[in-house]
């Protein structure tokens, strides 16, 4: 049996408030619907800044509306094109009861939403043994990635042989092509790779993002 369906959908120009380079933020905007029409309703984007809403119940008129109303209001995700700086100069330890260690993280940092652009990532860390332990290896990885995806292992796995007085300094790099609204995900972290009682460590942490172009 046929069943008539209520279907719109706002186009980018209905978005008023979402200003240059701005993006629809679906989340915030199912919220938004739900408090002005408050029945099931399927909301998705269809193309950017192009959301259709799908309902098996017609709105009334103050409802729909509201539903406008709430699109021209909404103000989508506030994307940066601004310098950003991530510190932890503390001591990160690996586990010394273990033999190889799992990995632990130094940085899992995720951006806020992105102005479209080219992007360079950028980290620096200080790694040692506190303890000296003959054939043991701080293994340090660098990975980003787009989004909650970050798959990419900037050079390889590195292998660090080193001391309570011989410090190494690891400093990877990325640059990644960014559409806007798209966020940067990227994680540094370490491992400890040979005997069950050592300990291997990075502290004097930092990384930073900037748009280059």
């Not at 279907?7 to 200003?19: A, C, K, Q």
């Not at 109303?69 to 932890?88: D, Y």
């Not at 503390?90 to 652009?117: C, E, K, M, Q």
């Not at 640059?175 to 004097?204: E, Y």
């Amino acid at each position: 049996m046929s069943r008539q369906q209520f279907i719109t959908i706002y186009f980018p120009s209905d978005f008023s408030s979402l200003g240059v380079g701005g993006l629809v933020n679906i989340d915030t905007l199912r919220v938004a619907f739900t408090a002005a029409f408050p029945v099931d309703q399927l909301v998705e984007l269809v193309a950017t800044n192009t959301v259709r809403i799908i309902s098996s119940v017609f709105p009334s008129s103050a409802e729909l509306s509201a539903l406008n109303a709430a699109v021209a209001a909404h103000t989508g995700f506030a994307t940066t094109s601004g310098v950003q700086q991530f510190l932890n100069l503390g001591n990160v330890d690996t586990n010394g009861a273990a033999g190889n260690s799992p990995f632990v993280s130094i940085f899992d940092i995720t951006t806020p939403p992105l102005n479209a652009g080219s992007w360079i990532v950028l980290a620096a860390t200080d790694l040692f043994m506190p303890t000296i332990v003959a054939n043991t290896f701080i293994v340090v990885e660098f990975r980003v990635g787009i989004n909650a995806n970050p798959t990419v292992r900037i050079g390889g796995t590195t292998y660090v042989s080193t001391d309570q007085a011989h410090s190494g300094g690891y400093d990877p790099h990325a640059l990644l092509d960014v559409t806007a609204g798209q966020q940067i995900h990227f994680i540094l972290q370490i491992q400890k790779l040979g005997a069950p009682a050592a300990i291997t460590r990075a502290n004097n942490s930092r990384a930073s993002l900037c748009k280059v172009a």
